[in-house]
């Protein structure tokens, strides 16, 4: 599958403890985003990472969240210390550029993982 | 004001129906507009892609980008029991995408 990948797809976690969702982009794609879906919300954009480096967090919560994506290895989003308030679906989305007329054809979404907050 | 605004539905159609989506934005400065289509707890889908202004079709979906009016549409025709899914808006300045909160059909057999 040379899709965009993603996992664990559901993760149950108690309040105070960690979530970490993992993403592989497609193949031959080295710009990675992450998305949220609160329920009966649209996805909200969170950040965008390349190889090292974190180009734009903009949508990122202040506090608990961050993500990095390492030179080897999926590109990982960390939820500290969760609250109710976290649960949702995180999308990952890879392309192979940023610019350019063709750009909305190269985005493509993972199946989504689906973080519950007990 | 949302920057991108949809009308949730729910849609219901009989099947054979032409489906008509559409999406409002603030942003002028969007130039990459999307319809995406996301069944239950599934990853988004691209169905159609415009760049600017103007319209696309592709087989039974046609897709209209009006920029005066900062209006988009998601048509389909003859629809089947297999399009019930959510359809979501999307669009961008570059690779920022701002999304509608989408919109439920379900097409009756």
């Known amino acids: 599958n040379a899709g965009v990948m993603q996992n664990p797809r559901h993760l149950v976690r108690r309040r105070g403890q960690e979530a970490r969702l993992r993403c592989s982009p497609m193949?031959?794609?080295?710009?990675v985003y992450w998305y949220r879906q609160l329920p009966e919300e649209g996805l909200k954009f969170m950040v965008y990472l390349q190889k090292e480096n974190i180009i734009d967090e903009s949508g990122m919560p202040k506090e608990r969240f961050s993500a990095e994506f390492p030179k080897e290895g999926p590109s990982i989003l960390r939820i500290q210390q969760v609250v109710r308030g976290d649960s949702a679906a995180y999308f990952c989305?890879?392309?192979?550029?940023?610019?350019?007329?063709?750009?909305?054809?190269?985005?493509?979404f993972g199946e989504g993982s689906w973080l519950t907050v007990v | 004001q949302k920057e991108v605004e949809q009308d949730p539905g729910p849609l219901s159609v009989p099947e054979g129906a032409i489906v008509s989506l559409n999406c409002t934005y603030s942003?002028?400065?969007?130039?990459?507009f999307m319809w995406y289509r996301q069944y239950s707890r599934k990853g988004p889908e691209l169905l159609m892609y415009?760049?600017?202004?103007g319209n696309k079709e592709d087989g039974r979906f046609t897709a209209q980008v009006d920029k005066s009016s900062k209006y988009i549409s998601l048509f389909i025709r003859d629809s089947q029991p297999s399009d019930s899914a959510t359809y979501l808006c999307?669009?961008?300045?570059?690779?920022?995408?701002?999304f509608g909160a989408g919109t439920t059909v379900t097409v009756r057999a």
């Open positions: 989305a890879s392309s192979l550029i940023t610019t350019g007329e063709e750009l909305g054809n190269t985005i493509y």
């Open positions: 942003n002028s400065a969007f130039q990459y």
């Open positions: 415009t760049y600017s202004s």
């Open positions: 999307a669009m961008s300045v570059h690779y920022k995408l701002s």
């Open positions: 193949k031959g794609h080295s710009h």
